[in-house]
Each structure stands twice: as C-alpha cells, then as structure tokens.
C-alpha cells in the first residue's frame, strides 16, 4: 500500500529547529494542485480501468520530483518542516518573499492537481506528497482559533498550534474511516461511486461518527449503503490516506440474510455481486481498498 515504502523510512519526529539544506525538498501548493515535474518520458501512464480517477487521465509516464531548496531559496519567504523520508527531508513553503513566485514553467515544473498522482512513481513521493498535503490543509485551517478567533502560534516543541489568548491547543486532525469488504461467502459486494472523480471498483466505506465503535460503524454503513445486514465482524487492515485526511479501517463482514440491495444513490452509482472469476481489479500496491478486493479474491472466497 501506499505506505509501504521499505527500505525508505518515514520519520514525523517534528524538530522545529530545523532549516532547510540546498537538497530539501520544498512541497508547494495552492488550493489542490501541487508544484511538480515529470522526468522525460514517452506516452502517458497506463492507469487500469478498475482503480482510476478522472484525474489520472493522460498523466505522463515519467518519475516525479518537487523543487529543491536550492533552486527557489531566492524565493522563498516562509517554511515549515514536515518530515523526513530515508534521507530526504520535507519542507512546506508556505509564503514567498514579497509575493513573489518563482516562474514554475521556465524552471520545468508545474501545478498539477494531486489527485492526479496518486499512481505516480516513485511510490515514496507519493506518499510524502499525500502527507504534505495532509499537514498542509491542517495549517491552512488552523490559522486562527476555533475558539476565540485568535491568531494561533506553533508549539515550540509538539507538532501542534496554540492560542495565545485563550490556550486552545490543536493538534493535526486525522478522521478515522472503514472500509468493508461485505461477502455471502462466495461473492464479494463491490460498489462505484457517485459523482466523485474516482471512476474505479470500491468497497462500502464511510467516516466513524462521534460515540461509535469501527465495528458499529461497518454495520451501519453498509445497511445505509446498500440496505444489508452483516455479521461477524473482523479486522483486516490499517492506512493513512492524507488525501482527505483520513485514517482507514478495513474490516471484512458476512451478509446476515437476504442478499437483495437496496442502494443509496447519492452515494452510489452501483452496487453487485461479484465471484472471484468476475472480480478484475489487481493489488495495485497503492490502495487498502484494491488489497482488501484482490486479498478476498485470493484467499478469503478460497477459505484459506
């Protein structure tokens, strides 16, 4: 998955002493693109049917990179640091002196949205640009106290912003979320989205609400989805997805009676069963998701 970046190690130890070199990497964004460049590369990047966005439509086939402190420390007014994977350390650039930005296209980068990079290699940039974009919108909503409507400041030691007038303390948001895996025991209940750029096969998911348990939550879920009950419960697996900030719970559940759907369709643009022979999605070594398909596909309907 996606953060199974071996041998890279991702350290978030926030040291706020710290300053950039000549070789930081310098994550920059505005609104929900990011400054990025391809390595030269003919064609685009095969993208498979069954996990793609629209966004990753004609995306080009070569290796990303972001700008390095070097190349824009002329420009660059405000940073912060975010986190260091193997030896590469992450910076967020956050304002240029005299707002002025540097011309990305002449230097061989451009905006490019995120979502549309979510299949990029090297998988380790993805991850950290997934991360960056995560603490990003956290401070970029985090400008003033919820509270009291004061500036907030960074702690000079945590990872986390305070208000100087009434003491609030904030910590980076992570919203938990589950992904279920719904079975009979000889097929799997796979779903599409509604009106969402991610055209590809899902699993029922949604966002723990306040006062439930995971397991809670994949119950109601899915009768809310697509109006079934389910049973025994179990725990599959675990991801960070900054791409909304999420944390993701997947989670396998039998069908409790009958099998027919009654489907949400704001939510959904289609929901069925598939048998193992029908399923095509592929471990795309990216998504909890895509693992939890190909996983129950392999194994699960196998009964091993």
């Known amino acids: 998955m996606i953060q199974d970046i071996f041998p890279k190690i991702y350290d978030n130890n926030y040291y706020p002493e710290k300053e950039p070199d000549d070789n930081a990497v310098c994550m920059i964004f505005k609104e929900n693109n990011v400054v990025v460049a391809h390595d030269e590369s003919k064609g685009v990047k095969y993208i498979p049917q069954e996990s793609a966005s629209s966004l990753e439509m004609d995306v080009p086939?070569?290796?990303?990179?972001?700008?390095?402190?070097?190349?824009?420390?002329e420009y660059v007014g405000e940073y912060r640091y975010l986190f260091s994977v193997g030896d590469e350390e992450y910076y967020l650039v956050t304002h240029y002196k005299g707002e002025c930005e540097p011309d990305w296209t002449e230097m061989g980068y451009v905006y490019e949205h995120y979502k549309a990079l979510r299949h990029a290699s090297?998988?380790?940039?993805?991850?950290?640009?997934?991360?960056?974009?995560?603490?990003?919108?956290w401070y970029r909503d985090n400008t003033f106290c919820g509270r009291c409507g004061e500036r907030?400041?960074?702690?000079?030691?945590?990872?986390?912003l305070r208000c100087p007038e009434c003491g609030g303390i904030v910590f980076p948001r992570i919203s938990p979320a589950v992904i279920v895996g719904v079975h009979d025991g000889e097929r799997l209940l796979m779903t599409k989205y509604n009106g969402r750029d991610y055209k590809g096969y899902a699993l029922i998911a949604g966002f723990v609400e306040i006062g439930e348990s995971a397991e809670?939550?994949?119950?109601?879920?899915?009768f809310e989805e697509v109006g079934v009950h389910v049973k025994n419960v179990t725990y599959y697996g675990s991801q960070p997805w900054g791409m909304?900030?999420?944390?993701?719970?997947?989670?396998?559940?039998?069908?409790?009676?009958?099998?027919?759907?009654?489907m949400d369709r704001e939510e959904l643009s289609m929901a069925d069963w598939y048998t193992p022979q029908e399923i095509t999605v592929q471990d795309d070594d990216i998504s909890l998701t895509s693992r939890m398909i190909y996983n129950w596909k392999?194994?699960?309907?196998?009964?091993d």
Not at 63 to 73: A, E, N, R, T
Not at 128 to 135: K, R, S
């Open 152 to 160: 907030m400041f960074h702690d000079t030691r945590l990872r986390a």
């Open 122 to 137: 090297p998988k380790y940039k993805v991850f950290a640009l997934m991360t960056a974009y995560h603490l990003h919108c």
């Open 244 to 262: 909304d900030g999420s944390f993701l719970l997947g989670y396998y559940a039998q069908l409790d009676g009958a099998a027919g759907i009654n």
């Open 216 to 222: 809670d939550t994949v119950r109601r879920e899915v």
């Open 61 to 73: 086939a070569g290796d990303i990179s972001f700008p390095v402190y070097g190349q824009i420390k």
């Open 298 to 303: 392999l194994h699960i309907a196998q009964g």
